[in-house]
């Protein structure tokens, strides 16, 4: 049995998807992680499965043959925390990392409570130097 991979680019609107984030503050955080990824990226944004607004895109081969597709970067608005999708891990990004601000990592995602914990030129930056690191390692 084949697996289906739930988390794939789609036509929902990513403008009503924002509209309904509660609260107010999170929303208004949402739509400028919009505007920055999209000044960042040059890309318009779509959304990602049903909670994930994604740039761009990236094709992946595991060892074990799945295969599918990703956003470069991204952001979802979680219950206790923005997600900022930042494909090309943190490992290479220790300085940038030091001075962001008020954060946690996994592999590949970074978490933070508001925009104001952090210092949004840092978060800029990172954006820039991970899409562009993800966007050329998967070149033809």
């Keep these: 049995m084949a697996y289906e991979l739930k988390t794939k680019k789609n036509d929902a ?12 503050e ?14 960042v990226t040059g890309e318009d944004a779509a959304m990602w499965g049903g909670t994930i607004v994604g740039f761009g895109k990236y094709s992946y081969k ?7 597709e990703m956003c470069l970067t991204g952001f979802s ?5 923005l997600t900022i999708y930042n494909m090309a891990g943190f490992d290479r ?5 030091s001075s962001l601000g008020k954060h ?7 978490y933070i409570k508001r925009l104001s914990d952090i210092d949004e030129d840092v978060l800029r930056q990172l954006i820039s130097e991970s899409y562009i690191a993800m966007r050329e390692s998967n070149s033809p």
Excluded: W
């Excluded at 609107?13 to 107010?24: G, N, Q, R, Y």
């Excluded at 999170?26 to 000044?39: G, N, P, S, T, V």
């Excluded at 595991?62 to 599918?68: F, I, K, L, Q, R």
């Design 13 to 24: 609107s990513v403008d009503a998807f924002i509209a309904a984030v509660e609260p107010e």
């Design 77 to 81: 608005p979680r219950k206790q925390n």
């Design 93 to 97: 990004y220790d300085e940038l990392m």
């Design 104 to 110: 946690k990592t996994g592999k590949s995602c970074l």
């Design 26 to 39: 999170k929303r208004r955080d949402c739509m400028r992680l919009l505007e920055i990824m999209h000044e």
């Design 62 to 68: 595991y060892a074990s043959g799945h295969s599918g």
